[in-house]
């Protein structure tokens, strides 16, 4: 089964702030899905990536496959981007996602 | 709209009393799947499906039933709920493995059983 961590778990930043967070798996895959949980609990895709870089917004996202590792990037961060962010990645057979436990950011204005 | 619709938002029941989760999605998805979300343990599937009538039980699935007559539902199922499934729940689809397809999210379901 493929481990999942994140880090950090919590981050507090300044409104503007360029923001980081990074997750690391064990077993080789394909994919990475990241994933943004707002305060009220719902649950919304932000990429799905396979390799090199993807860019929405103010948010990008890379991975290495090699190194088994992937960023998501906040630039210019505002406090409507605080919220939990989660990485995922496919188990065996493709039918099953691991996700890390979240890493839960706070803009302050 | 595209969306996944789960109902209840909240539903509050007593043990033993068997509750069912309704699921339905709206963009032809094969792929459907349920999570648990408890503080400390993160997302963890309990079953998903692959296609009408094909389910196969995920990392929690204990106490939890499923079925998959039409694509479009995908309904959980409490036949005995218990304290230790308070829980907060989602329902998910996508066109086709996590390997290819991005996840859409149902907006949650806060289950307490008392």
């Not at chain 1, 057979?93 to 890493?103: D, E, H």
């Not at chain 2, 029941?13 to 993160?42: F, I």
């Not at chain 2, 039409?70 to 499934?85: G, H, V």
Request: glycine share 8%; aromatic share 8%; proline share 5%.
């Amino acid at each position: 089964k493929n481990e999942v961590e994140q880090s950090p778990q919590n981050l507090t930043a300044q409104e503007g702030e360029f923001i980081t967070i990074n997750c690391s798996y064990s077993v080789g895959i394909s994919a990475l899905h990241w994933l943004q949980q707002h305060p009220g609990g719902g649950i919304v895709s932000l990429f799905m990536l396979s390799s090199g870089k993807k860019k929405h917004g103010r948010l990008i996202a890379t991975i290495n496959i090699q190194e088994k590792h992937s960023s998501l990037h906040i630039t210019a961060s505002h406090p409507r981007d605080s919220a939990v962010y989660i990485c995922a990645v496919p188990g065996a057979g493709s039918y099953q996602l691991t996700f890390g436990k979240g890493t839960k950011l706070s803009v302050i204005p | 709209e595209a969306q996944v619709t789960q109902n209840p938002r909240y539903l509050i029941t007593v043990t033993g009393k068997k509750l069912t989760v309704t699921c339905s999605q709206n963009m032809n998805h094969e792929y459907m799947s349920w999570y648990r979300q408890d503080p400390g343990l993160g997302l963890r599937q309990i079953y998903y499906s692959m296609n009408v009538e094909v389910t196969d039980k995920g990392d929690v699935p204990e106490g939890y039933k499923v079925s998959r007559k039409e694509k479009r539902n995908f309904p959980l199922i409490l036949e005995s709920p218990s304290p230790n499934q308070t829980s907060l729940y989602f329902c998910a689809s996508s066109l086709a493995v996590h390997t290819t397809g991005e996840a859409f999210f149902g907006q949650g379901t806060r289950l307490t059983v008392v």
